[in-house]
């Protein structure tokens, strides 16, 4: 039996369209929540819409920015330590660093433009990083 839900709408890493745009959908389970997490990405923009990866603490940012925003959301991560801590988050972030997203579309504050494989493999760092120190103190 599957240890995770299907829900049968789109299979893990399938591309689908919604009127002009394509897109594809991506299973990240446990990254950043629960088991049931699914990113996607537009692969006409390149904009990945990456749900609480970056989420940032704030009010009336710019829709867009261009400025750096990891120390925003690993402030706000550290905080509530909302991750699931999967073993396998390096390996799904690096998946979606692959797709070399261009725009990351961060649920509840400004969007990333820039380089957003550099940035998911920075988080990605970070991540391992605290898991070390976690597994170190246990």
């Keep these: 039996m599957s240890d995770y839900a299907n829900s049968g709408i789109f299979g893990d890493g399938e591309d689908f369209s919604i009127g002009s745009r394509r897109m594809k959908w991506l299973?990240?389970?446990?990254?950043?929540?629960?088991?049931?997490?699914?990113?996607?990405?537009?692969?006409?923009?390149?904009?990945?819409?990456?749900?609480?990866?970056?989420?940032?603490?704030?009010?009336?940012?710019p829709p867009v920015t261009e400025s750096e925003v990891l120390t925003a959301g690993e402030g706000m991560r550290g905080m509530m330590d909302y991750y699931a801590h999967a073993t396998s988050t390096s390996a799904i972030?690096?998946?979606?660093?692959?797709l070399h997203p261009s725009m990351l579309?961060?649920?509840?504050?400004?969007?990333?433009?820039?380089?957003?494989?550099?940035?998911?493999?920075?988080?990605a760092g970070r991540i391992e990083s605290g898991n070390a120190k976690l597994s170190q103190t246990a």
């Design 27 to 61: 299973y990240t389970p446990h990254v950043p929540h629960g088991w049931d997490c699914g990113i996607k990405f537009d692969l006409t923009t390149k904009t990945l819409l990456c749900g609480d990866l970056f989420t940032q603490p704030g009010a009336n940012t």
């Design 105 to 123: 579309a961060c649920q509840h504050v400004s969007a990333y433009r820039g380089d957003g494989t550099a940035l998911l493999r920075e988080l």
């Design 93 to 98: 972030l690096e998946r979606l660093a692959g």
